[in-house]
């Protein structure tokens, strides 16, 4: 097996003054998940639709596992699993039709009904595709990148529009996939997503990758500080709270503020005091550790959500 599964320079994609992919680097290292992280609009499904040959790239050079896209498609085709945001399933068959189809395509699949368990669908089987609610689309979506059995799969925003329940279901079918010695390229905007799955992330806005290694080592290297949220402060306090003790920044949304710290007794203690002073009772005082979401707000000035 190749070191790299999925290998990326200078890739380019431009529509008129955007510039969707604005060349990107990457390398995605065989049987580990790699996980695209950023909103809608970074340019995250217009990456994977190049690298799995659907559309055309303006500039930049691509290796799916030592093969172009671009000139060997065929070749590409039969060893990858793909999973887009836009299905266009054949909404009059059933699950278990649809499924059989798709295997039917190649030399090894899954068995199919195997396939349909790990989904979470086996009471659905015999549903054709347009009775099926949204996830339980997506989650098909899944089963037919998963049926070839392939080396490589890629997963486009996957868990988008699951509840929680189905959605920690996926991340136990994209364990298993590593564990198995697969690689998957999973696209999505949900943080916790990404930290529990990824072994490396790349994050990605306005077509530009922004940063990228494992999860716990871009945290590292962005923050050393924890973060203390709280509700209900004053606005005419923020700078009063930018200078309590251990505080390294500050960030505010609406009237909840997250203070980092390096010292978590200090600053609480400061903050108390702050607020007994001003005869105002502070509410749903958490204290975490800083995220991926942090990150993203400290390297964009902006959440990842915001469009």
């Given at each position: 097996?190749?070191?790299?599964?999925?290998?990326?320079?200078?890739?380019?994609?431009?529509?008129g003054?955007?510039?969707?992919?604005?060349?990107?680097?990457?390398?995605?290292?065989?049987?580990?998940?790699?996980?695209?992280?950023?909103?809608?609009?970074?340019?995250?499904?217009?990456?994977?639709?190049?690298?799995v040959?659907?559309?055309?790239?303006?500039?930049?050079?691509?290796?799916?596992?030592?093969?172009?896209?671009?000139?060997?498609?065929?070749?590409?085709?039969?060893?990858?699993?793909?999973?887009?945001?836009?299905?266009?399933?054949?909404?009059?068959?059933?699950?278990?039709?649809?499924?059989?189809?798709?295997?039917?395509?190649?030399?090894?699949?899954?068995?199919?009904?195997?396939?349909?368990?790990?989904?979470?669908?086996?009471?659905?089987a015999?549903?054709?595709?347009?009775?099926?609610?949204?996830?339980?689309?997506?989650?098909?979506?899944?089963?037919?990148?998963?049926?070839?059995?392939?080396?490589?799969?890629?997963?486009?925003?996957?868990?988008?529009?699951?509840?929680?329940?189905?959605?920690?279901?996926?991340?136990?079918?994209i364990?298993?996939?590593?564990?198995?010695?697969?690689?998957?390229?999973?696209?999505?905007?949900?943080?916790?997503e990404?930290?529990?799955?990824?072994?490396?992330?790349?994050?990605?806005?306005?077509?530009?990758?922004?940063a990228?290694?494992?999860?716990?080592?871009?945290?590292?290297?962005?923050?050393?500080?924890?973060?203390?949220?709280?509700?209900?402060?004053?606005?005419?306090?923020?700078?009063?709270?930018?200078?309590?003790?251990?505080?390294?920044?500050?960030?505010?949304?609406?009237?909840?503020?997250?203070?980092?710290?390096?010292?978590?007794?200090?600053?609480?203690?400061?903050?108390?005091?702050?607020?007994?002073?001003?005869?105002?009772?502070?509410?749903?005082?958490?204290?975490?550790?800083?995220?991926?979401?942090?990150?993203?707000?400290?390297?964009?000035?902006?959440?990842?959500?915001?469009?």
């Open positions: 097996m190749d070191l790299n599964a999925v290998v990326v320079s200078g890739l380019r994609k431009v529509y003054s955007v510039k969707a992919v604005d060349n990107l680097d990457l390398r995605v290292e065989s049987g580990q998940v790699f996980g695209m992280l950023g909103p809608n609009g970074a340019g995250k499904t217009t990456t994977v639709e190049i690298l040959g659907l559309r055309s790239r303006d500039a930049g050079e691509v290796s799916i596992m030592g093969l172009d896209p671009a000139k060997q498609a065929r070749e590409v085709k039969s060893r990858i699993g793909v999973q887009l945001q836009t299905h266009g399933l054949y909404p009059r068959l059933t699950v278990r039709e649809l499924v059989c189809l798709f295997a039917s395509f190649y030399k090894n699949p899954l068995p199919p009904d195997e396939v349909i368990e790990r989904v979470g669908l086996t009471a659905k015999r549903t054709i595709v347009k009775a099926l609610s949204g996830g339980q689309v997506q989650r098909l979506a899944v089963a037919l990148a998963m049926v070839n059995d392939a080396e490589l799969v890629f997963l486009d925003e996957p868990t988008t529009g699951l509840d929680p329940q189905a959605r920690r279901g996926l991340w136990d079918v364990r298993h996939m590593r564990e198995q010695g697969k690689t998957v390229f999973l696209t999505t905007h949900y943080m916790e990404a930290e529990r799955l990824c072994d490396t992330v790349a994050i990605v806005d306005h077509g530009k990758i922004i990228q290694g494992p999860p716990s080592s871009l945290i590292i290297e962005h923050f050393q500080e924890q973060a203390v949220e709280f509700s209900n402060f004053m606005a005419a306090d923020r700078e009063r709270l930018e200078l309590l003790p251990g505080v390294t920044r500050t960030r505010f949304d609406g009237d909840r503020a997250t203070l980092y710290t390096r010292d978590i007794p200090r600053t609480i203690a400061g903050l108390m005091e702050l607020a007994e002073g001003n005869g105002v009772t502070i509410g749903d005082v958490t204290v975490r550790r800083s995220t991926l979401e942090d990150v993203f707000l400290k390297l964009t000035g902006r959440r990842i959500r915001e469009e």
